[in-house]
């Protein structure tokens, strides 16, 4: 079992860059698959990005695609989400989440991941 701690959410212009971490807690974290999820004010929480247990391979929705990256340094216990060229439309509460069982990256992206972290405040203004 793991706990997971987003940080790294703020205020930023348009066109700004932010990068959120998610600190785990568990010597077994570098077993477990990672991933980004978002939700904006009156919205259903989406999915952003995706890494698999060894960082190997990564995905991403297509609103973020190009604009942002997902890593892990599992040395460290953290998966981070670079953002860069950053739209009002990315305004949300970004959250963590992790899954051991290693499925298909697209059964996670409907948000069925295990253990979930409490989410960080990324605002975009215009």
């Known amino acids: 079992q793991v706990q997971l701690v987003e940080s790294g959410g703020g205020l930023v212009q348009t066109g700004g860059s932010l990068r959120l971490s998610c600190a785990a807690s568990?010597?077994?974290?570098?077993?477990?698959?990672g991933g980004w999820f978002r939700q904006a004010p009156g919205k259903e929480r989406e999915f952003v990005a995706f890494?698999?247990?060894?960082?190997?391979?990564?995905y991403y929705a297509d609103s973020v695609k190009g604009r942002f990256t997902i890593s892990r340094d599992n040395a460290k216990n953290t998966v981070y989400l670079q953002m860069n060229s950053l739209k009002p439309d990315d305004t949300a509460v970004y959250y963590c989440?992790?899954?051991?069982?290693?499925?298909?990256?697209?059964?996670?992206?409907?948000?069925?991941?295990?253990?979930w972290g409490k989410g960080t405040l990324v605002t975009v203004s215009s």
């Open positions: 568990g010597r077994t974290f570098s077993s477990y698959d």
């Open positions: 890494i698999t247990w060894s960082g190997e391979d990564t």
């Open positions: 989440a992790a899954d051991p069982r290693h499925y298909n990256w697209r059964y996670y992206e409907r948000g069925a991941m295990n253990y």
